[in-house]
């Protein structure tokens, strides 16, 4: 009796042990995972074709990575996964205009030492709001946020034609994820 119990007592000391574990583990993680920001921004011309996939050109994003690792108490080389949390397209002027012109937009990311991925999507748009959400892929993006610098393509295919050019801001989060 006194061995079956002895060895009930060790099973469930373990399985505390364990859940224990596991809880702070989740609990390290998440002290581990913060969120880091880029902006960038992009010009619709009022000369773009209808129905018909085109480039629109960003400018280079600094990332400022290490920086941004710092101020979070970490560093690059602690820095195990990055993901895109979110992409918002802001439309800041002409202040009156929608995306109503715009069909679809899909956005790439890309280095001077790392291949061109799609980071984020839109398709069949009818958002008569000045800001809009894009659907994030579950793409790992250590290369790209650790880099000095990225650069983004922007694929549109527009409804109708702007009737004047269309400044975008693009803000992207990111969540970041470091060993101890």
């Not at 050109?57 to 895109?84: A, G, H, M, W």
């Not at 809009?132 to 922007?154: E, G, H, V």
């Amino acid at each position: 009796m006194k061995a079956t119990a002895l060895r009930d007592r060790k099973i469930l000391l373990l399985i505390s042990y364990i859940c224990i574990g596991f809880f702070s583990c989740k609990k390290i993680d998440q002290l581990l995972t913060f969120t880091i920001s880029n902006e960038s921004s992009m010009t619709v011309d009022s000369t773009t074709p209808v129905n018909l996939p085109f480039n629109v050109p960003c400018p280079e994003v600094s990332t400022n990575s290490s920086e941004q690792f710092k101020n979070n108490n970490t560093s690059v080389k602690y820095v195990k996964d990055i993901r895109l949390k979110s992409l918002q397209l802001n439309i800041t002027n002409p202040s009156s205009q929608t995306f109503a012109f715009l069909k679809s937009i899909h956005i790439y990311i890309s280095t001077t030492s790392s291949n061109e991925i799609e980071l984020a999507s839109m398709d069949d748009i009818s958002s008569t709001a000045n800001t809009i959400s894009l659907t994030a892929t579950q793409a790992k993006l250590d290369d790209y946020i650790k880099a000095p610098s990225y650069s983004l393509r922007t694929s549109v295919v527009t409804r109708q034609v702007p009737t004047q050019n269309i400044d975008i801001k693009i803000t992207s989060k990111f969540n970041v994820t470091a060993n101890l």
